[in-house]
Structure formats: structure tokens, C-alpha cells
């Protein structure tokens, strides 16, 4: 059973999704793009993801699915 008390743990839906959420270095990895390229996308709102001070963050099923989409 998870520990929802366990601050360093994000936790969404009952779902732990710490190992989903990327950097913008681990998306540009996944995405197969520059960095820069990833954050001016993430800027511009093309790419779905969020600042979280002056760092983006990205969810891996939100890039999945984002990915996929655009594909069609």
C-alpha cells in the first residue's frame, strides 16, 4: 500500500508517478530532440508541460499520448 504521507513522492489519483515525471534533458532523451528545441516547444505551448520555477516538467504518459497524436 503506498504512503501517501511521504512528501518526496508525487502522487496523483492514487497513482505514483515519480519515475514518470521528466526534466526537460530526460524528455528531450525520450523525444528524441534537442533540449532546447524541447523547452522552446514547452514555451510556446506545442509540447504539454509545466514550469515549475524556471525548470520544465513533463509527465511520460502526457508525452505518450501527446507523441502519438501527432504522429496521426
Do not use: N
Not at 500500500?1 to 508517478?17: A, F, H, P, W
Not at 511520460?60 to 504522429?71: G, I, M, N, Q, T
Request: charge should be positive.
Amino acid at each position: 500500500m503506498s504512503d501517501y504521507q511521504d512528501k518526496s513522492r508525487i502522487y496523483i489519483g492514487g497513482e505514483d508517478l515519480a519515475d514518470q515525471v521528466m526534466t526537460s534533458v530526460e524528455a528531450a532523451d525520450y523525444l528524441k530532440m534537442h533540449v532546447k528545441t524541447v523547452c522552446r516547444l514547452a514555451k510556446e505551448g506545442k509540447i504539454p508541460a509545466k514550469k515549475v520555477g524556471s525548470e520544465w516538467r513533463f509527465l511520460r504518459p502526457v508525452l505518450e499520448k501527446w507523441l502519438a497524436e501527432a504522429l496521426v
